[in-house]
């Protein structure tokens, strides 16, 4: 296995943002991966996301929002985070040529992943996983938030568990079953937003990610081809 720290341009006016591609040995995919609002690439949530991945032949590509990069503030502007999900996933398919190729990411990393694909197709990608979709803020539920889903044109796979406060299930699901055959969803037994389980679930943490990532690298396999 390699792991490669990279950088490539976020968006003109933001500059040069950091990356870490970690390709297993035959690899079948490579998965871009973005972190949530407030963690960055090297969070131990995506180093365990893609130390699991690896296990099951899926290369990650991590990588930084400029506000994450520059170590200050909260998440840019919607506009800027949707312009570096597309920029990242033209630079991790120019750093892995030949891999079939998936976006996605951690809360607001997939979100926004799948703003920009509503906004125009990501070139190249094949579907978007989701590690825990927030629908809505927590405390204020909602589905507003998931109305862009319908415009994005390749599978969608939700990864999110049953005590997530920031996608209730009774909301969630009406959402990804109106999406019929294009969403998949996949409940996390005793996981919060965080994928973290208490003590009387009998599951551990890591069980959960090694879940997470089992079942997207089987749903990758299934939509590679």
Same mark, same amino acid.
Request: aromatic share 6%; no cysteine; glycine share 12%.
């Given at each position: 296995?390699?792991?490669?720290? $990279?950088?490539?341009?976020?968006?003109?006016?933001?500059?040069?943002?950091?990356?870490?591609?970690?390709?297993?040995?035959?690899?079948?995919?490579?998965?871009?991966?973005?972190? @949530?609002?407030?963690?960055?690439?090297?969070?131990?949530?995506?180093?365990? =996301?893609?130390?699991?991945?690896?296990?099951?032949?899926?290369?990650?590509?991590?990588?930084?929002?400029?506000?994450?990069?520059?170590?200050? @503030?909260?998440?840019?502007?919607?506009?800027? $985070?949707? %312009?570096?999900?597309?920029?990242?996933?033209?630079?991790?398919?120019?750093? %892995?040529?030949?891999?079939?190729?998936?976006?996605?990411?951690?809360?607001?990393?997939?979100?926004?992943?799948? =703003?920009?694909?509503?906004?125009?197709?990501?070139?190249?990608?094949?579907?978007?996983?989701?590690?825990?979709?927030? =629908?809505?803020?927590? &405390?204020?539920?909602?589905?507003?938030?998931?109305?862009?889903?319908?415009?994005? &044109?390749?599978?969608?796979?939700?990864?999110?568990?049953?005590?997530?406060?920031?996608?209730?299930?009774?909301?969630?699901?009406?959402?990804?079953?109106? $999406? @019929?055959?294009?969403?998949?969803?996949?409940? $996390?037994?005793?996981?919060?937003?965080?994928?973290?389980?208490?003590?009387?679930? @009998?599951?551990?943490? %890591?069980?959960?990610?090694?879940?997470?990532?089992?079942?997207?690298?089987?749903?990758?396999?299934?939509?590679?081809?």
């Amino acid at each position: 296995m390699t792991e490669t720290t $990279l950088r490539f341009e976020a968006t003109p006016q933001q500059g040069g943002v950091s990356a870490l591609l970690r390709v297993p040995d035959r690899a079948g995919a490579l998965l871009v991966l973005a972190h @949530g609002a407030g963690t960055d690439m090297r969070h131990r949530s995506l180093e365990m =996301l893609s130390e699991q991945l690896a296990e099951h032949g899926i290369a990650s590509f991590r990588y930084n929002f400029p506000y994450k990069e520059r170590g200050r @503030g909260g998440p840019n502007p919607k506009a800027v $985070l949707t %312009a570096t999900v597309r920029a990242a996933v033209a630079a991790a398919a120019q750093a %892995a040529p030949g891999l079939p190729l998936f976006a996605g990411g951690r809360s607001m990393g997939g979100r926004m992943t799948s =703003l920009a694909a509503s906004e125009a197709s990501l070139p190249g990608v094949k579907g978007l996983v989701f590690f825990g979709f927030p =629908l809505h803020p927590a &405390g204020k539920p909602g589905t507003e938030r998931g109305e862009h889903l319908a415009a994005v &044109g390749v599978p969608l796979l939700f990864l999110q568990g049953p005590r997530d406060t920031l996608a209730l299930p009774d909301l969630l699901e009406p959402v990804a079953t109106a $999406l @019929g055959h294009q969403a998949t969803l996949h409940m $996390l037994a005793g996981a919060d937003h965080s994928y973290k389980v208490l003590k009387s679930s @009998g599951r551990t943490e %890591a069980e959960v990610y090694a879940e997470a990532a089992a079942v997207a690298a089987a749903w990758m396999a299934k939509h590679a081809k």
